[in-house]
């Protein structure tokens, strides 16, 4: 990016809201990836449409990528910048602009952190559930961009059950707005579903409408111990087949119980082999028979020990212990690789089968826990970057691991994106003419492949992030 | 030994282990207050330290912007609480701190007070004699009207709003070497008034000896003791504030005592540091068996029959912690247990009641306007409880909070843990 670029992109942001010094592009250079960074050119932080607008048409003048941000909590890397990039970083765009409690909409900034909303529509006895583990960092904006799910993914559902309506500055600079506050909208194709999930690559999120729902009455939260991983997976099966549908099924395995143990000292069974964290909610005496209903399936599955949280304070430092897994399991080694490969629900006690398989074929510790309700573990690998045979193995290990998953028709990623981290998974799960549909669509939009290039699928080689990143930006 | 530049100017080799320990999850993010100022990633945790490991790793220069990083960082470990990888991120700002200052590129004023003033107890107090001097003569009122003071010093100025009336007479002349109980001996504490306590709140110093005496402790506080050196430690200056601590731990083993009691968080904080301090040296075993004495009053006095002394207090009273009890000493059932079993007391719980008040040691004079933008939640959050009395167990709190009261016009009365259930018992 030349001098006289960078001058451009300052008169269009002003000189308070641009940087590119080297400690900000250092600070900006990665987001909760292992593994990736890179340098980017320039840092703006934009105050409002116009000048988005501006950036992407000077984008497409002088040929630079450009990649937006939120908090920086993603997975996948899709907010690593990639080579020569200018990134956008939207965490000053934090305004709830209305919370409509007649129609069960907010309408957000992209820049609003996920819990803050939460917390706000509580207040008015509104509920928006998708909470993935990073709720008290991660923005709305980064949630939509990347179709996050979280604990409550089973009854409730991911980011998409929730987004009704998007604004968004196009790759060429145009403002769409697209949806509303319809419950109910067939005009056209259904532009915005195809939005969430494109991970920054179609266009730069301004506003965004997303649906409330009334806030469950009443929910016990239970914890259940096994000795062993087998039992647990087979009472989730056996609650699944009961036709009850918890709000939340998570279960850790003895590793993450250890590790989450010593962070929160909540007093986790540090011997068991496996915890099921369950809640059902909803409002009077049913989940109060449901809940019944699952301590029996508990207890026929061998369950040594069931308790229920005595109140909300409990119940909520139990999840909350539940959010930490993937970063307290750095606890027993420096790098910590989380994915997040899921499988139909049936099948999730071959998945972890597979998971045990890997770590001793490729000779790695894993760490495991995740979404047992949906299919959807977080095999993480325990590791340290800096011994990169290890690191080698570990790619290795979750290769076989994504195979196996797709073999039992599953996906590679449940909800954190494809990103960098596994876009040469993809054509394995979406198929060539899916992934080709994927591309003709990106190239239509973006036809000079400014935005967010080379995340997700790789277009063309040139502007894109290069494995690994050369030493010129590194350092 | 590694030839990076943070290694060679601080020393500290376990660095790359500290800082490999960060997945840079973003977990910390929420938990810092400044980066909640500035929405930078290099104001955070997770930023800072990637500029500590780019330093290290010789991608970086030692760089006005890193030095700037390094002292606008609270150092409040409100990240460690939230980090649950548990990263010691307050070891690794300091070892920035150290580097920083090594350089000479840290902030002047900052290094002026810390090298210069704090460890010694006479100039602390011939500093505060003159403030006080300047407060009674009139001086303070004819500066302050006539506006001469801020239009040669601005930053001066603010600062000089801050101090609070010094009281003429300081602790260490009234507190004796040894205090004995009225009744009977219980146990023997030893009590050290440190170096702000002593100066600016010398009644809070008088009303924990009191509550010490009153539960059956013997206190004894050694008139050659000094300041801990927490403050020069947590700002880089390991060497001063190693002399410090031997001085204290020679003069303090010429007794021998149950507990050693503090009532100021920072330094119960920092003296139990000791023993990691003086790791491998010498002093190591002295320093051990130091540290291992010391617990904060609050930590303490639950250990003793206190609860039966209480006397009805029928108040709304609300608690702050303060960040080196709870995030560094993990200190934050027990104040509220001590409360809540005083008959008749409505403990309201405090929002975001483990949130740095931004006094962060002398913080709040070096970052003044920053400081002030964190202060300003706090009072509203203090505001919305309704409370009459904010309790709290560090001076730099109170000072803080004090200031905060005169600042945005609250009527709230500020009141150290030690000087409130002195009252009560």
């Known amino acids: 990016m030349s001098p006289s670029v960078k001058e451009k992109i300052k008169k269009i942001v002003g000189g308070k809201n641009y940087t590119d010094s080297p400690e900000d592009k250092l600070t900006y250079s990665y987001d909760a990836t292992p593994l990736f960074s890179q340098l980017p050119e320039a840092i703006v932080f934009p105050e409002n449409e116009q000048q988005i607008s501006e950036l992407m048409r000077l984008a497409n003048q002088e040929k630079f990528p450009v990649v937006p941000r939120g908090s920086g909590t993603g997975l996948s890397g899709g907010a690593v910048p990639v080579e020569d990039s200018l990134l956008i970083v939207m965490t000053k765009w934090d305004r709830i602009l209305e919370i409509d409690s007649s129609n069960l909409t907010a309408l957000v900034e992209p820049g609003v952190i996920t819990g803050v909303l939460q917390n706000e529509v509580e207040k008015l006895n509104l509920f928006y559930p998708p909470d993935p583990g990073s709720i008290n960092v991660c923005t709305i904006g980064g949630n939509v961009a990347n ?19 998007v604004e968004m500055i196009l790759p060429n600079g145009e403002l769409l707005k697209t949806g509303g506050k319809n419950m109910k909208d067939v005009a056209g194709y259904n532009l915005r579903d195809f939005i969430v999930g494109s991970e920054g690559t179609l266009g730069i999120f301004t506003k965004i409408l997303l649906k409330l729902l009334p806030i469950p009455s009443t929910s016990i939260t239970m914890l259940a111990y096994f000795e062993h991983l087998n039992d647990a997976a087979k009472a989730v099966s056996g609650i699944i087949s009961a036709h009850i549908t918890p709000s939340m099924m998570e279960f850790l395995d003895n590793t993450t119980i250890r590790c989450v143990e010593e ?128 690191i080698n193995r570990a790619h290795k290990a979750f290769e076989f691991i994504f195979n196996e998953a797709v073999k039992l028709g599953g996906t590679i990623t449940g909800e954190h994106g494809t990103g960098l981290a ?13 992934l080709d549909m994927m591309k003709k669509i990106k190239a239509a939009m973006d036809e000079n492949n400014i935005l967010n290039p080379g995340k997700i699928f790789s277009l063309s080689p040139k502007c894109e992030v290069l494995f690994p990143p050369t030493l010129k930006n590194h350092g | 030994m590694s030839n990076d530049p943070i290694t060679i100017l601080t020393g500290i080799k376990e660095l790359t282990d500290i800082y490999s320990q960060c997945i840079h999850c973003g ?164 009590f050290s008034y440190g170096c702000i306590m002593n100066v600016l709140f010398p009644d809070v110093n008088k009303d924990t000896v ?24 947590h700002n880089g200056d390991f060497k001063t504030a190693k002399e410090l601590a031997a001085k204290n731990i020679a003069e303090f083993s010429r007794y021998s005592y149950d507990y050693f009691v503090s009532n100021s968080a920072g330094c119960s904080a920092f003296m139990k540091e000791y023993s990691e301090l003086f790791k491998n040296e010498q002093l190591a075993e002295q320093a051990k068996i130091f540290s291992s004495k010391v617990k904060d009053l609050v930590e303490f006095l639950p250990e003793t029959d206190i609860f039966s002394r209480f006397k009805t207090y029928d108040k709304n009273v609300t608690y702050h912690d303060a960040c080196h009890l709870v995030h560094t000493q993990h200190i934050y059932n027990q104040p509220r247990d001590l409360l809540n079993n005083i008959p008749g007391l409505n403990l309201i719980p405090l929002e975001d009641s483990t949130r740095c008040c931004g006094s962060a040691g002398i913080y709040n004079v070096i970052h003044y306007d920053a400081s002030m933008e964190i202060l300003k939640p706090k009072m509203d959050n203090i505001a919305r409880t309704k409370a009459e009395i904010v309790l709290t167990g560090n001076p730099g709190c109170l000072l803080q909070l004090t200031y905060g009261v005169k600042k945005f016009n609250s009527d709230v009365n500020i009141m150290h843990t030690a000087s409130f259930l002195n009252k009560i018992i």
């Open chain 2, 210 to 233: 009191e509550l010490l005496n009153k539960i059956g402790g013997v206190v004894i506080s050694p008139s050659g003791q000094t300041c801990c050196g927490s403050l020069n430690a």
């Open chain 2, 27 to 190: 977990m910390c993010l929420s938990a810092c207050p400044t980066y909640d100022l500035t929405r930078l990633e290099r104001s955070s945790p997770r930023g800072r330290i990637k500029l500590i490991r780019s330093v290290a790793e010789n991608k970086l220069p030692l760089t006005d912007i890193f030095a700037y990083e390094m002292n606008f960082c609270l150092d409040c470990q409100a990240c460690e609480t939230a980090c649950p990888a548990g990263v010691k991120f307050g070891t690794m700002v300091e070892a920035g701190r150290v580097a920083v200052e090594n350089k000479g590129i840290g902030p002047t004023l900052k290094s002026f007070i810390l090298k210069q003033v704090i460890p010694y107890r006479n100039r602390i107090k011939f500093a505060a004699k003159i403030l006080r001097f300047y407060q009674k003569s009139g001086l303070q009122k004819f500066l302050r009207v006539s506006g001469i003071l801020n239009k040669l010093f601005p930053e001066l100025a603010k600062i000089e709003e801050l101090t609070p009336f010094i009281p003429a007479e300081f602790s260490d002349t009234g507190i004796k070497e040894i205090n004995r109980p009225a009744g009977k001996a219980q146990f023997t504490l030893a």
């Open chain 1, 422 to 434: 596994k876009k040469q998974f993809l054509e394995s799960v979406a198929g060539l003419p899916g």
């Open chain 1, 147 to 165: 179709n996050a799910g979280g604990l409550r993914g089973l009854k409730y559902g991911v980011t998409k059950n929730y987004v009704l309506g």
């Open chain 1, 263 to 390: 962070y929160t000292h909540i007093g986790l069974p540090v011997n068991s082999e496996a915890i099921l964290l369950i809640e059902v909610d909803g409002r009077g005496s049913v989940v109060g028979e449901d809940a019944d209903i699952i301590m029996n399936i508990l207890k026929k599955n061998n369950s040594s020990f069931i308790k229920s949280a005595k109140d909300t304070l409990e119940a909520n430092s139990l999840k909350t212990a539940r959010r930490t897994a993937f970063s307290a399991l750095a606890r027993q080694r420096p790098t910590a690789i989380l994915e997040d490969a899921t499988v139909p629900r049936s099948e999730l006690p071959l998945i972890i089968e597979k998971v045990k398989e890997a770590a001793r074929k490729f000779d790695v510790t894993f760490g495991n826990f995740g979404h047992a309700g949906d299919g959807n573990i977080h095999p993480t690998c325990l590791t340290d970057e800096r011994d990169s045979a290890e």
